[in-house]
C-alpha cells in the first residue's frame, strides 16, 4: 500500500460547527504532516508529526487542533472556522527525508 | 524564512520539445529535494527526488542537483500534453522534516 487516504473529499461547513478530517497510511512512515493550500498557491505547512509526538507547529491558530492517535492515522479537528481557512488540506507522510507522498486532499469550505 | 524560488512562468512548449524547468534555494544546509506536478485541483504527484550533486534520469524527466550554486531544475524531453500542469520544486529545510514549496511554474504543452 503506497497510498495516503484522506476523508472526506469534500467538506462545507458552518463557522459555528465541528468537524473532523481524517488521514490514513499503512506504509510506516514515521512522520507525518498537515499542510494547506490555498488557490494558485504552494502548500503551507501546518504541523508535523514525528513519532506520533507534535514536533512542529507552524504557529497554526488554536481553531485547528491536530491528533495522531497512532502511527497510521492523523486528525485535523476543526472549531470555529473562518470564511479565509476555506482551502484544500492536505496530509503527507515520509519515512525520514524521503518519499513525501500527498493524499488526494479535503476540499474546505466554510460558510 | 528560508526561501525556495522557481522561475514564475507560466511556460509554453511545443509537443515533443524540452522544458526546463529551474529551482534554487536559500538554506545551504537542505540535503533532499524534489519536483511535484500538480494538476488543477488535484495533489501534488512526486515525480523526482534527488539528494546528491549530479543527474538523476527516469524516463522522459531528469533532475539536474548543484549543492554549489543552490540550484536545482527539472527538465522534461518529448513533453507531451498530459504533462501541462504546475510544477512545484520543494526542499527539506536544514535536514530537518519540513518541507518549503517555491510558488510553483505552470507548464503548458501546446499540440
Known amino acids: 500500500d503506497t497510498e495516503v487516504t484522506q476523508t472526506p473529499k469534500h467538506l462545507v461547513m458552518g463557522m459555528t460547527n465541528k468537524k473532523s478530517l481524517k488521514c490514513e497510511q499503512h506504509?510506516?512512515?514515521?512522520?507525518m504532516y498537515w499542510y494547506k493550500q490555498k488557490a494558485k498557491k504552494p502548500p503551507e505547512l501546518m504541523f508535523v508529526?514525528?513519532?506520533?509526538?507534535?514536533?512542529i507547529n507552524e504557529s497554526v491558530p488554536s481553531r485547528f487542533s491536530p491528533e495522531c492517535p497512532n502511527s497510521s492515522l492523523l486528525n485535523l479537528h476543526l472549531h470555529a472556522l473562518q470564511p479565509e481557512d476555506s482551502a484544500l488540506y492536505l496530509c503527507?507522510?515520509?519515512?525520514?527525508?524521503?518519499?513525501?507522498?500527498f493524499g488526494s486532499g479535503t476540499r474546505l469550505t466554510v460558510v | 524564512q528560508k526561501e525556495v524560488e522557481q522561475n514564475s512562468g507560466p511556460l509554453s512548449v511545443p509537443e515533443g520539445a524540452i522544458a526546463s524547468l529551474n529551482c534554487t534555494y536559500s538554506?545551504?544546509?537542505?540535503?533532499?529535494f524534489f519536483w511535484y506536478r500538480q494538476y488543477s485541483g488535484k495533489s501534488p504527484e512526486l515525480i523526482m527526488s534527488?539528494?546528491?550533486?549530479g543527474d538523476k534520469e527516469d524516463g522522459r524527466f531528469t533532475a539536474q542537483l548543484n549543492k554549489a550554486s543552490q540550484y536545482v531544475s527539472l527538465l522534461i524531453r518529448d513533453s507531451q500534453p498530459s504533462d501541462s500542469a504546475t510544477y512545484l520544486c520543494?526542499?527539506?529545510?536544514?535536514?530537518?522534516?519540513?518541507?518549503?514549496f517555491g510558488k510553483g511554474t505552470k507548464l503548458t504543452v501546446n499540440p
Open positions: 503527507a507522510s515520509s519515512q525520514g527525508l524521503v518519499g513525501y507522498t
Open positions: 506504509m510506516g512512515h514515521r512522520a
Open positions: 508529526y514525528s513519532y506520533e509526538k507534535l514536533s
Open positions: 538554506d545551504r544546509g537542505s540535503q533532499s
Open positions: 534527488i539528494y546528491s550533486n
Open positions: 520543494a526542499v527539506n529545510e536544514g535536514g530537518s522534516e519540513k518541507l518549503v
